[in-house]
């Protein structure tokens, strides 16, 4: 896993697609980040009761046993998770190589909006990122 | 793998405290969050501890100041040490920047310093990575227990068991009351924040 460079133009396309794709949706709060738990991009609400750094390193982890499960099942990686709650629900994405997109929103927003808005940033945030 | 925020002028850096089971490495982390102020340390995130052992790992994020122009911030991070855990320890290893190697001093401890340390040899290679080349340093925590009765291993046993091949710095510790857990944690963040910073920013 090699280190990453962020520059502020990177950093602001991506932020720009996702409020375009997603915030401007009524999604929450929108986080990139990578395989070991950094924060490369976060967008929305600024998330009051959420500690965005205990959340990425949580979700890397989270995905890093989901691997696990998906090879004993015969699966390579599992590439969506998702769980519901009562009032927020939150959307995880492999995007590809190391970077994982983590969506949060309410049930004003559907899941299918978020899947495929999701798939359709998946393809730019990893070309601005990773080149 | 370190993170380089040219932007917001930020340098991430991953340090993991390794060690077997039981030998201090939550305990450390502990010290310092109670240690620093609030302004420079985040929430203490402590995961499925089973008792008093660490199932999954242990996050503390901190704000080590500034060089060159960028604030450096650490995220501390802890395995669980029981041998069956693996699988985890190499999760949290996945893109480590520095090493703290805690070992236990109980001589009946002695098998598990070396075979940890070894695991941690091979998980690191796992990722593609060589032990000798990373930022690493020993901390030879529960010096006081030497006051005791209880047979513990001297600091030249513990440099003889695990730090002929590593020739790093070791430090003498006492994580549950403090003495050793900063001299660890200031040498450990140096070493890898130069490791990084000579990577990226000076030797452009």
């Not at chain 1, 998906?70 to 998770?81: C, P, R, T, V, Y």
């Not at chain 1, 970077?99 to 909006?113: A, E, Q, R, Y």
């Not at chain 2, 310092?32 to 199932?55: P, Q």
């Amino acid at each position: 896993m090699a280190d990453m460079i962020l520059t502020a133009d990177a950093v602001g396309g991506v932020k720009s697609i996702i409020n375009d794709k997603l915030i401007s949706e009524n999604v929450q709060t929108v986080l990139v980040i990578d395989g070991a738990g950094n924060i490369l991009a976060h967008c929305g609400q600024d998330t009051d009761g959420v500690d965005a750094l205990s959340l990425a390193a949580l979700t890397a982890a989270n995905f890093g046993a989901t691997s696990q499960i998906a090879k004993l099942i015969g699966e390579n990686d599992f590439s969506l998770l998702y769980h519901k709650g009562e009032k927020a629900n939150i959307h995880f994405a492999r995007l590809g190589g190391e970077m994982i997109l983590v969506s949060i929103f309410g049930d004003d927003v559907s899941l299918g909006l978020v899947r495929v808005r999701v798939d359709e940033l998946a393809a730019d945030i990893n070309r601005i990122f990773e080149g | 793998m370190a993170l380089i925020d040219l932007g917001r002028k930020e340098i991430h850096c991953k340090i993991v405290y390794y060690g077997a089971g039981r030998c201090g490495k939550t305990t450390n982390l502990l010290y310092i969050y109670n240690a620093m102020s609030d302004n420079d340390r985040g929430k203490m995130l402590t995961i499925d501890t089973k008792g008093d052992r660490t199932l999954f790992f242990d996050l503390l994020p901190l704000n080590l100041g500034k060089i060159s122009g960028f604030d450096i911030r650490i995220q501390l991070y802890t395995v669980p040490g029981q041998v069956m855990y693996e699988a985890t320890r190499k999760l949290v290893l996945k893109g480590v920047d520095g090493l703290v190697f805690v070992a236990d001093p109980l001589k009946v401890r002695q098998e598990r310093n070396i075979e940890s340390l070894d695991d941690l040899r091979r998980n690191i290679a796992d990722h593609g990575l060589d032990l000798k080349e990373m930022p690493l340093v020993l901390q030879y925590n529960k010096r006081d227990l030497c006051d005791t009765p209880v047979p513990t291993l001297s600091v030249e046993e513990l440099e003889q068991d695990l730090n002929q091949v590593y020739q790093v710095p070791g430090f003498e510790a006492i994580a549950t009351k403090g003495p050793g857990v900063f001299e660890t944690l200031k040498e450990i963040s140096k070493r890898t924040v130069n490791y990084v910073a000579n990577k990226h920013l000076f030797n452009k």
